[in-house]
């Protein structure tokens, strides 16, 4: 699996937009790029997933560059219970032998302050 | 419908004692996951199984056990508790599929006295 590597912390207004960036310079054509983020020590809450095109759903949107070596994800309007950290992790899609494991990196902690 | 629940919530153990940690899902998933996560740090792949009967270890497998004799359930097994185990433990699950979402639980916090 790529690796990636994200800043290890952010900060972001309050109802101001949030783009959190991720390196994968070594990703593969069969690789997806997923975000996740964990809340307080809770369980990691999947937020969205793409392979090459810019995708968007009801939390976030995720811009893949043409080259798919760096992505963004982007929180519209960032609120005080989007304070998390962040994961960026590329991965192999499950199914047809693969084991669709996901391999963690540190991730970015965004405080989104008042 | 519960999704991934993880049993017990808290746990101290003594040096050397043993336990099993709980992972159950209602969702008919075929791949599960435990990790484990260290203060400040990332989660780490412990085990891993595709399927009933299939379990394979993962970044950090040492000092643990996994067995998956049903597709609901996946315990994680310490035989001998050391202190490098304290730790925060977390379950996940897949469904079947070329791109899925993972579901956590919402973790076993253990610590090893």
């Known amino acids: 699996d790529a690796k990636t590597t994200q800043p290890p912390s952010m900060d972001c207004a309050e109802g101001r937009a949030a783009n959190l960036p991720c390196n994968h310079s070594?990703?593969?054509?069969?690789?997806?790029v997923y975000w996740y983020r964990q809340i307080h020590s809770q369980g990691p809450q999947y937020i969205i997933h793409?392979?090459?095109n810019n995708e968007t759903n009801e939390m976030a949107s995720l811009i893949i560059t043409e080259d798919r070596k760096s992505s963004t994800l982007i929180l519209p309007h960032a609120t005080l219970r989007d304070t998390a950290v962040y994961y960026c992790?590329?991965?192999?899609?499950?199914?047809?032998?693969?084991?669709?494991?996901?391999?963690f990196g540190q991730g970015t902690t965004l405080q989104v302050k008042p | 419908n519960a999704g991934v629940t993880q049993t017990p919530k808290f746990r101290i153990l003594k040096i050397g004692q043993s336990m099993t940690l709980q992972c159950a899902q209602d969702m008919n998933h075929n791949y599960m996951y435990w990790y484990r996560q260290d203060p400040g740090m990332g989660l780490k792949l412990i085990y891993y199984?595709?399927?009933?009967?299939?379990?394979d270890k993962g970044e950090v497998p040492n000092g643990y056990n996994v067995s998956r004799s049903t597709t609901e359930d996946f315990p994680l097994r310490l035989e001998l508790a050391a202190p490098s185990q304290t730790s925060v433990y977390f379950c996940?699950?897949?469904?079947?599929?070329?791109?899925?979402?993972?579901?956590f639980g919402q973790g076993t916090r253990l610590t090893v006295v």
């Open positions: 199984s595709v399927g009933a009967g299939i379990t």
């Open positions: 992790i590329v991965r192999v899609a499950g199914g047809s032998g693969n084991t669709g494991k996901l391999i």
């Open positions: 996940a699950s897949s469904p079947p599929g070329s791109v899925t979402e993972a579901f």
């Open positions: 793409g392979l090459k």
């Open positions: 070594t990703i593969s054509g069969n690789e997806y």
